[in-house]
């Protein structure tokens, strides 16, 4: 049974999706403050975070920097601001999902369902990736480049197999929104330029002197060993 963290501040909110949630089969705790939702996260280590942008003790986006800080947690964020720029902003500050209030419980259910699938690999058959040295094990979301392992988030995860899979080709950043980020639509370049700037930081590469990482400017960006590129 998953176990949920709902971080709201929102009693009229929070009550009845604690109580719909449990009946789609979900373990469901409820914080009402940032600080004691993070309490919750370190102490109990939920399987997924719902988290609440306009929390009173503490702003939402801040509170997911925190978590990302100290945990890989997947995290979908809920909030009544429906404009991209801060759709963007979570994504960049490290959220797996969003859903805009108002949302119903079957909405919300069904994005935690999603989330949670994408966390657990795409399944038993489907082998390790290995491009140079960098090794991409789906199963059990592990990463290692030249046998030391790589501490990757979820969406960092995503975005690395997502381009493991195919090695050598430009895969453009209106296909990295729609297949990692689940966004149906271009215009938001910012969050996966961000997120492969964490990516390259981690593998110990930039963009000035890519190893794997190569930007193919105005197009994409592809995945290759080093020594590969033309």
Known sequence: MPRLLLIEDDLTI?????????????????ASTAMD???????????????????PDLDGRE?????????????????????????????????????????????LDARVRAVLRRGAGTGADDPTLVVGGLRVDPRARQVTLDGVAV??????????????????????K??????VWQIPYGGADKTVDVHLSWLRRKLGENAQQPRYLHTVRGVGVRLEP???AA
């Open 151 to 172: 501490e990757l988030t979820p969406r960092e995860f995503d975005l690395l197999h997502h381009l493991a899979a195919r090695p050598g080709e430009v895969v453009t």
């Open 14 to 30: 929070r009550t009845p999706l604690v109580r719909a949630l449990r009946d789609r089969g979900h373990a469901v705790a409820a």
């Open 226 to 228: 080093p020594g590969s």
């Open 63 to 107: 509170l997911l920097r925190m978590l990302r800080a100290v945990s890989a947690v997947p995290v979908i964020v809920a909030t009544a601001r429906d404009d991209e720029t801060e759709i963007v902003r979570v994504l960049d500050a490290g959220a797996d999902d969003y859903v805009v209030k108002p949302f119903t419980a079957a909405q």
């Open 174 to 179: 209106r296909e990295l929104l729609t297949e």
């Open 37 to 55: 939702g993070l309490r919750d996260a370190l102490d109990n280590r939920p399987d997924l975070v719902v988290l609440d942008l306009g929390l």
